[in-house]
């Protein structure tokens, strides 16, 4: 399992999109191109699937130095109306473009920190979306929340405003390795939101655990897992450190490589997660989640409706996902559109009417094939050969996967590709045989996380 490992330890993508974002092709995109595809994909699923949204809530009060997230470190609160106040007017200019009244099935307040708002911010900002909106009839709603500053408050009002699901960032109970990452969080405090949480009624509380962080032992996992599962979260995320410290605004330069877990150390981390979690009855849920047989996310893997985007993992397979908010990325299935990354110039740009756009890539016929074979990969670890690709293209594919097969870590067959149990550790190498940008044109400089 170590030859395996120092095998297939690369930098490679993660796969919440396909083309992933640094393969982008500006060729062809502009506002105007991207509000049509907009309009299309609204038109076609509205009224049948509804729509995705993703709001991006980027103030922390502090910086967490595993985070590779777009973030604004401000103890600031002064900043949460006129960000709230462009927020609903993003949302504006979409309504405006769809030319009707849009039904929400999904909605997803990220970060930074959601629960850096006020509880009376977030109430005003969710009732200013759906003024205009209608909420489908199987919504899910959910909010990423800090341990350490997520009151009973923040909890009451966003399930009267429709979330039942909510994910807090746990990462580790050690206190080295909690200094170490500038995220320090008593289990007690942990133990008292997950209660909180249920007794308002909050049918999903997920937990998000991560593997290979710098000064984690193997220990330390055993025992975060441990308290973990007194607790008993209905679904957990369970996926390893990126470490990015290239990318510009995180702090991962405060720590040396070697205070890292070196791949051996991770590949054991992640099996003890894994035991540890399947024993306890969660269902492995495509690469890094795992989940209670009464979770909704379970209930999607078994009935092959697991869906993933640049949400992670969701049960809500809609095709259009308008993302709101500085950096944020929508989706519109035909095509991808970022906005820009700055929050002077996002709320400039608003408040002139124009639609924030950083940069975006209409995609390919091929690339909605590629993006068919990935999906498949990563929410089901199986694909079927057929989808559209030209005959060279499947041999080209199919030979890059001929040395996962000799070690075992997929089943090469007639109609489909299967992977194994083993090789669902790889599941990201194994998508980058079908990643045709990816093997059209070398990165010149680093780009991805290491794929273990």
Known sequence: MCDLVQKYNVPGPRYTSYPTVPYWDKTGFSGKTWKKTVRRIFTETNSDKGISLYIHLPFCESMCTFCGCH????????????????????????????????????????????????PENLRMLIRGIFRYADRSQDWEFSFEGHPGNTTLEHLQVLYEEGFRRVSFGIQDYNEAVQRAINRVQTFKQVSEVTRMAREVGFTSVGHDIIYGLPLQTTAHIGETLRKTMDIMPDRIAFYSYAHVPWLKGNGQRGYKKS??????????????????????????????????????????????????????????????????????ISDSWYGFAQNVKSIEEYEHLISCGIFPLHKGHLLTEEDLVVRKHVLEL????????????????????????????????????ADRLTVTDTGRLYIRNICMAFDLRLHNKAPENRLFSMTV
Not at 308 to 320: A, D, E, K, P
Request: proline letters at 5%; a positive charge; aromatic letters at 10%.
């Open 259 to 328: 205070d890292l877990p070196d791949p051996a150390t991770k590949q054991k981390q992640f099996e003890l997660g894994k035991r540890t979690l399947t024993r306890a009855g969660y269902a492995a849920i495509g690469m890094d989640h795992y989940a209670l047989p009464s979770d909704g996310l379970s209930r999607a893997r078994t009935a092959g409706t697991l869906h993933r985007n640049f949400m992670g993992y969701t049960v809500s397979n809609t095709r259009l996902m308008i993302g709101l908010g500085v950096s944020s």
């Open 71 to 118: 973030k604004r470190i401000t103890k600031r609160h002064s900043v949460e109306r006129p960000y709230i106040k462009a927020l609903l007017k993003e949302w504006e200019l979409y309504r405006e473009l769809f030319g009707s009244r849009p039904v929400i099935r999904e909605l997803h307040l990220g970060g930074g920190t959601p629960t850096f708002f006020s």
């Open 378 to 413: 990563m929410c089901g670890f199986e694909t079927r050969w057929g989808k559209g690709l030209p005959a060279f293209r499947e041999t080209e594919i199919k030979e890059r996967l001929k040395e996962p097969e000799r070690d075992g870590l997929v089943e090469l067959k």
